[in-house]
């Protein structure tokens, strides 16, 4: 095999796609293409204007991932309390209390998960560097407050 054969391929979609056939001059063809726009293409694969073996081909673009509008839609976090033994508690009922120091005023959302554990999550409104304070019964923990670059 060397190659030189009659080898051609087209695709059809909603948009036009250019297609690049490389001979690699024993008997295999590389392809390459790149649609830029997403919806459902047809490709046409030929050999002496006849398709070859299970053509044409069905391929589904989807959209790619813009890392200009791409972002955190949250941060979240989950505490678990202990007595003090070290042993985890397995019921609710204490004040759960989420501050913050920084560019902007942070909508904290916490909760009591009534097992021993209380969840916070929130949005940064503005990018920044903050500080995140957590308390319980009006006592800040050991492990806060924790940084947050955003």
Do not use: W
């Amino acid at each position: 095999m060397e190659g030189g054969d009659p080898f051609q391929v087209v695709v059809d979609g909603p948009a036009a796609v250019h297609v690049s056939v490389v001979d690699n001059n024993d008997g295999t063809y590389s392809v390459t293409y790149i649609p830029e726009v997403a919806g459902d293409y047809t490709i046409h694969v030929t050999l002496e204007d006849q398709p070859i073996k299970n053509a044409p081909y069905s391929v589904r673009v989807t959209e790619g991932i813009d890392l200009d509008n791409t972002g955190f839609t949250g941060f979240s976090f989950t505490i678990q309390t202990r007595d003090k033994n070290n042993e985890n508690r397995n019921f609710g009922g204490d004040l759960f209390q989420v501050s913050s120091e920084g560019p902007a005023a942070i909508d904290f959302n916490s909760h009591d998960n009534s097992d021993g554990t209380y969840s916070c999550s929130f949005l940064p409104p503005q990018h920044g560097s903050y500080s995140i304070y957590a308390k319980f019964n009006g006592k800040q923990i050991q492990a806060t407050p924790f940084k947050l670059d955003f």
